[in-house]
């Protein structure tokens, strides 16, 4: 239930994440307004982080991944009645939030089930989920006119319905700790410093992708289509590279796999921005799923990594650092 209910979450914000820099762009904001907006989205997640931990000690997961569904499904249709920038960025801000609570959420459930032996092989199970539905998610940008409303509606109700199965799930949630759960990032970094560095490497480079490679396509080509398939080529070769890398991960020292992704994924990013504009479109995306396979992973890597070293009663914190 958990995972049906990741699924039809982040279809809709596959959706979301691709349609707003495109209409963004349609609008006439400018590339600076669009970067703010990015950086309100993750501005947003980083105080999500702070405060989930918080959250599901109180009140347990389910009913927080309820909570937060509820207030993230509102998000994109104020998106789609007010068209000034300003009121997007805190949107997206708020957008941010709902999501990194979330994420707690799930990734803390997750670990839970799993132990040293099978963590790398569940998160990149988890991850390839999560991936596949955001590319079905930036596919629906090719169903109606970015200008329209329906998009924004459609965006709206997949993260509504997302709370469905987890909510109405007869299956046994988390223990909630006895102890209050808050966000040590010393004892992150203690834990484990190669997980904890492997993420914030994979935030700073998957976090301007998502924000700006929308904007990067349509800087040299009008034709939007192009934009959903290099977002989808990306999302589907990270897919693609999760189960390998993390199978990998849980034979070998996992810092091995996640230097080699990080120099594979150097080249590719290299090479997309040397190319663009000078080879096919088909060229594009092989680059763009390329960057997608290897860039990727690096997170669920990382954090499988520092879970290893973890405590059952630290995978809250963890996940949420």
Not at 31 to 51: D, K, P, Q, W
Not at 219 to 243: E, R
Request: aromatic fraction near 12%.
């Amino acid at each position: 239930p958990l995972l049906l209910g990741v699924a039809i979450l982040l279809t809709g914000q596959g959706l979301q994440g691709t349609l707003l820099p495109v209409r963004a762009s349609l609008e006439g904001f400018s590339t600076l307004s669009i970067g703010l907006m990015g950086g309100a989205y993750f501005f947003g997640f980083t105080l999500g982080c702070l405060r989930g931990p918080g959250l599901v000690w109180k009140v347990g997961h389910i009913r927080v991944f309820a909570a937060m569904t509820a207030a993230a499904s509102a998000e994109p249709l104020v998106h789609g009645l007010w068209m000034e920038s300003w009121i997007w960025w805190l949107l997206r801000l708020v957008s941010g939030y709902c999501f990194a609570v979330l994420y707690v959420v799930i990734e803390s459930w997750l670990n839970e089930q799993s132990t040293n032996d099978t963590r790398g092989a569940v998160f990149s199970a988890y991850t390839l989920i999560t991936l596949t539905v955001m590319a079905a998610g930036q596919q629906m940008l090719l169903l109606y006119d970015p200008r329209d409303m329906a998009l924004f509606a459609m965006a709206s109700a997949l993260v509504s319905i997302a709370a469905l199965p987890v909510v109405l799930s007869a299956a046994p949630s988390p223990q909630q700790s006895e102890t209050k759960v808050r966000l040590d990032v010393a004892r992150l970094f203690k834990i484990s410093p190669a997980g904890a560095l492997g993420c914030l490497a994979a935030g700073f480079a998957n976090g301007s992708f998502w924000a700006l490679a929308p904007v990067f396509v349509v800087a040299w080509s009008t034709d939007v289509s192009l934009v959903a398939w290099f977002m989808t080529a990306a999302v589907l070769g990270g897919a693609l590279g999760q189960w390998p890398l993390g199978l990998w991960s849980d034979r070998v020292d996992r810092r091995w796999v996640v230097g080699f992704a990080s120099l594979a994924g150097m080249v590719a990013g290299l090479a997309i921005w040397w190319f663009a504009g000078a080879i096919p479109n088909v060229g594009l995306l092989l680059l763009s799923a390329a960057w997608g396979a290897v860039a990727f992973p690096i997170y669920s890597v990382s954090a499988a990594h520092a879970n290893d070293a973890a405590g059952p009663d630290e995978y809250v914190m963890v996940s949420s650092g």
